[in-house]
């Protein structure tokens, strides 16, 4: 009987190239180069400037007083809210601006920091933001309510009417009643998301918006710098120094109405109608450009203690 032999196969497997393995370079291969993420870092800081320099120069003029107004009108009942409320009216003001901007040479020479002088951003680039902002807002406004959506779009079309069909270039009583329209859309939206029930304002509230955007609409040719530079049909350009006179009268007659309406008590009446005068006395005693720009300022201080007006109501008087 033969004996079968079966072969065995033996491999010294100690003699074989293995490879040697680090975690060091496990997390070296799976890492990106320290260079690499500096540059992701510093491209979102730069596009998040620039975002933010589309919106900063009108920090005073928008965000502070509607903000305050919002506050005050909602009212606001639950600290949570502001930074929805501050958010929503941020990210509204960019869709505005980024509008504005891209359809006007003004900030060639009155605002050469912003994005599109100052060579950040090119206009193609611009547009296309303006654009994709628009359902953007539509579609962060539904998240609060369907009312705070239709604030959205009414801003969307007051927008379009004001920039790109140049309202902003048409006629000053049009431009001015569209101005008033924008901030009372701003204001809507705002106050809406302050509150616990973003579905509905009541009347004190409403009235508020109305106030408000009245104000703007005949007083907002404050704004006086720039507009010349771009034949914009304003007021102080088409009258001249007696429309200074008329913005001081105006600020005093909006300061005793509001006085009156939001019933301030003797004292408070007499400071805001002082503040109101002082801030539209400074455009009669100081006509220059320079000076148009710091009275602007105070003017904006005025506005903002309009706005607390009906929270003063609110809070002393309301029963």
């Known amino acids: 009987m033969k004996s079968h032999f079966t072969p065995t196969l033996c491999m010294n497997f100690s003699a074989l190239p293995i490879p040697e393995l680090s975690w060091h370079k496990f997390l070296e291969f799976n890492t990106l180069p320290s260079n690499t993420m500096q540059k992701v870092g510093d491209s979102a800081a730069y596009h998040i400037k620039t975002l933010w320099l589309f919106t900063k120069s009108d920090f005073m003029t928008t965000m502070v007083p509607i903000s305050i107004f919002a506050i005050v009108a909602a009212p606001l009942r639950s600290i949570h809210n502001v930074p929805h409320l501050v958010f929503w009216l941020w990210f509204h003001l960019l869709g505005f601006n980024t509008s504005n901007q891209t359809a006007s040479l003004e900030d060639e020479t009155n ?20 654009w994709t902002l628009v359902p953007m807002c539509w579609v962060l406004s539904l998240v609060y309510s369907k009312e705070a959506m239709f604030s959205s779009m009414a801003l969307s079309a007051f927008t379009l009417m004001y920039n790109e069909l140049r309202g902003s270039g048409a006629h000053f009583a049009t431009r001015y009643a569209l101005n008033g329209l924008g901030f009372a859309a701003f204001e809507a939206g705002t106050t809406l998301v302050a509150r616990d029930d973003k579905s509905r304002l009541d009347n004190a509230g409403w009235l508020a918006i109305f106030l408000s955007a009245s104000i703007f609409a005949t007083t907002i040719y404050a704004q006086v710098v720039g507009d010349a530079l771009i034949s914009r049909d304003t007021i102080p350009l088409r009258f001249g120094s007696p429309s200074r006179t008329a913005l001081l009268l105006g600020v005093i007659l909006w300061s005793t109405g509001l006085s009156l309406i939001w019933d301030l008590d003797p004292c408070c009446a007499v400071t805001f109608t002082a503040l109101g005068s002082y801030a539209g006395g400074r455009f009669v005693k100081y006509p220059t450009v320079e000076e148009d720009r710091n009275s602007y300022f105070y003017y904006n201080i005025w506005v903002s203690v309009a706005h607390i007006l009906p929270g003063y109501w609110r809070l002393f008087r309301a029963s």
């Not at 912003?114 to 547009?127: D, E, M």
């Open 111 to 130: 605002k050469p920091d912003r994005p599109l002088p100052a060579g950040r951003i090119s206009l193609q680039a611009a547009t296309v933001l303006r």
